[in-house]
Structure formats: C-alpha cells, structure tokens
T-cell receptor, first 120, second 113 residues
C-alpha cells in the first residue's frame, strides 16, 4: 500500500520559535496532501489542503500566516508552525490522497505517522 | 465544513462481545470511509463505501452504508484485544471542499480480556 512518512516524529521547541514538519509520499505521487491536528482523545481536525504548485487552502479558523504550508513537489509538503506557543502543542498528522477504486472523486487517504509538537 | 456525527464516543466491552459504532451525516455523502487509530498511532484506512445500501465485510468487521447514504455503521463480531483503538468514520467535502475528508469524533474501543 501507499506509504507516507513524516519528519520529525516528535519535537520540543521554545515558545516563539518556528518548527518545520515534513510530509513525504514515498511510493506514489501526491498532488494533494492534507494537514490535520489532533488533541488528546479527540478527532482529527483538518487544518489545510496542500496542493502541489499552488497555494494551500486553509479551513476556517486556521491562521495561514501561522501555519505555513509549502507543497514544492509531488512527494513533499511541509508545514511550518511559526512563532509557536504552548497552545500549538499538539499531534500534527499529514495525509496524502491516493486514487481509490470507487470511481470519480473517491479517494482514500494514507496518513503519516504524525509529529508530536511540544512548545515550552 | 462537512459535519459527520459519530456515536458512541467510548465503548468498553469484554473480549468476545460485539461492538458497533454509528456515523451520521445531515447531508447525502458520495462515499464514506472508515479508519482505525491504535493508541499512540496514526489513522489507518480500513474501507470505503460508495453505493447506497452497500455492505462490506472484512473478517469480523462488517461495514454498512445506509440506503439514503447519510449514515453508516461498523460492527465487530466477537471482539478481540487486538481490536482496541479508535474507529473514525470520515465523509468527503462537497463542492469547493471536494476531495477533503471530515472526520467524526471517533469511537474509542476498549476490550478487556
């Protein structure tokens, strides 16, 4: 099956610094990747849709200047948390969309292992 | 975005008992997907349902998609400790959000031996 990697798996940073998280599709090309965040014992909240070669599309309430997304190639998307604060501490997960078998517009998503960010 | 409701939030069962989680949308879904997330892990795709009234089985897991394509269920027969985790349903966006997935809050399954 499709494999998505994410780096780093965990990071601790000081308040005010920036952190970059990488998401790679290893064995397929992903024109679209997604970034989610997940708080403990809660669901995945879609933050943004990352489109190769164009600007990301952010969900309502997500600050695009704080969560910078770059999708420079068909296999790599990055999320940079700028000027991180303790409330940004969370589990960030990326996913890549792979063509499914259900027909037009039906795609399953393959998730990376996640990055646990702790801001002190 | 698309709202997908899922119940129950938690389910504790003894090994061998059955388990069911339900998913409901206020709008018709083109498809619905199910994912499993083990404790400390990431979501793993289980299955997608597309057709009205569709039923699919994976060993002890049975997935159903409602006739109106607004609800879905996952039923596990004779649970095992390996079934522990959180099960999420996810529905696709529509229109300008087509291609995105919106997750239910998940059902956390605990199985004790």
């Amino acid at each position: 099956g499709a494999v998505v990697s994410q780096h780093p798996s965990w990071v601790i940073c000081k308040s005010g610094t920036s952190v970059k998280i990488e998401c790679r599709s290893l064995d397929f090309q992903a024109t679209t990747m997604f970034w989610y965040r997940q708080f403990p014992k809660q669901s995945l909240m879609l933050m943004a849709t990352s489109n190769e070669g164009s600007k990301a599309t952010y969900e309502q309430g997500v600050e695009k200047d704080k969560f910078l997304i770059n999708h420079a190639s068909l296999t790599l998307s990055t999320l940079t948390v700028t000027s991180a604060h303790p409330e940004d501490s969370s589990f960030y997960i990326c996913s890549a969309r792979s063509p499914g078998t259900g027909g037009v517009g039906v795609y399953e998503q393959y998730f990376g292992p996640g990055t646990r960010l702790t801001v002190t | 975005g698309q709202q997908v409701m899922q119940i129950p939030q938690y389910q504790h069962v003894q090994e061998g008992e059955d388990f069911t989680t339900y998913c409901n949308s206020s709008t018709t879904l083109s498809n619905i997907q199910w994912y499993k997330q083990r404790p400390g892990g990431h979501p793993v795709f289980l299955i997608q349902l597309v057709k009205s009234g569709e039923v699919k089985k994976q060993k002890r897991l049975t997935f159903q998609f409602g006739e109106a394509k607004k609800n879905s269920s996952l039923h596990i027969t004779a649970t095992q400790t390996t079934d522990v985790g959180t099960y999420f349903c996810a529905g696709p966006g529509r229109g300008s959000t087509l291609g995105r997935l919106y997750f239910g809050r998940g059902t956390q399954l605990t199985v004790w031996p």
